[in-house]
């Protein structure tokens, strides 16, 4: 009888092990955990560099206040790589030296330099670019 309790263990196990499994992957995390969502912040800059990783893409820009101090903030977006890549992003979309606004949430971790990205406009050319989020996120390259 000992044999057949711990068969039906294992299998319960392993069948529990399958069905988490099967959970879809867009569910890894909220994006309300890390940022103020309810918040709307506005930085201007330069890109220093733009990298389209999964799970989220980041873009660094250098920010100078007014006292001509420089900063760097992390911009992380708020769609994938693979949904950037899918609407005509690549590096060129914002190389460095690119002049940026960005619009986003701000991090809940205090003191931190980070936004949670949905707009971003070139300033080159006045084009808004979706970083997830909002509007449509073809590049329109």
């Given amino acids: 009888m000992r044999k057949w309790t711990?068969?039906?263990i294992v299998s319960a196990f392993v069948m529990s092990m399958v069905l988490v499994g099967a959970l879809p992957a867009s569910a890894h995390h909220s994006f309300t955990?890390?940022?103020f969502m309810d918040r709307m912040n506005t930085i201007e800059g330069?890109?220093?560099e733009l990298k389209i990783v999964n799970p989220h893409p980041t873009l660094t820009v250098e920010v100078t206040d007014a006292k001509g101090q420089k900063a760097t903030w992390t911009i992380t977006a708020r769609a994938t790589a693979t949904a950037l890549v899918k609407g005509g992003w690549t590096p060129d979309t914002l190389?460095?030296?690119t002049r940026v606004k960005v619009e986003g949430a701000p991090s809940r971790r205090e003191?931190?330099?980070a936004l949670a990205a949905g707009a971003i406009t070139r300033l080159t050319d006045g084009k808004m670019l979706s970083f997830?989020?909002?509007g449509d996120i073809a590049a329109g390259e």
Avoid: S
Wanted: no cysteine.
């Fill in 6 to 8: 711990a068969l039906a």
């Fill in 33 to 35: 955990a890390f940022w």
């Fill in 46 to 48: 330069t890109v220093v």
């Fill in 95 to 97: 190389p460095a030296g």
């Fill in 111 to 113: 003191g931190t330099k």
């Fill in 132 to 134: 997830g989020g909002v």
